[in-house]
């Protein structure tokens, strides 16, 4: 996801900026206004869909990033606890969960405050959610479609293979 700094000078709002890493990228998008966009990105496991807000007072750029289900009733508190168990597990961000639509994602907010360029900062956030959401998808669809437990879940999704086969 390395770019270089030079064609990416004369973006002034960080939406803007992501728009063209999102051309690069060949990723679909849409600008819902000058300060909003939203991505499509294509994991491993499934379509991500990704919103962008910049907020110009704040400085401050907002990343949601949201899974293709959602979350039932009757598996609410085990999601609970999976997600407290992998935001310990987290540098930058968080999963969260949106009670009245059941929609599970991760969300980031990255202050930008006096930074002459943006760049790195932008690609690290898209690196930085896309790489949270692939390494923890599985475990919460084992919670949700399997009904495994949270700790399970985790378990059987972040192995770690040893040696050479």
Known sequence: MATTQ?????????????EHIATIHHWTFERSAPDELTLTVSGSWCDYHISLTWRDDLEALHLACAFDFRVSKQRLAEIY???ALVNEQLWLGHFDLWREDGLLLYRHGLLLAGADTHVGQCEALLKAALEACERYYQSFQFVLWAGKSAEDALAATLF???GHA
């Open 6 to 18: 030079p064609i990416y000078d004369h973006f002034t709002n960080p939406v803007d900026m992501v």
């Open 81 to 83: 606890r999976l997600m």
């Open 160 to 162: 770690e293979t040893q």
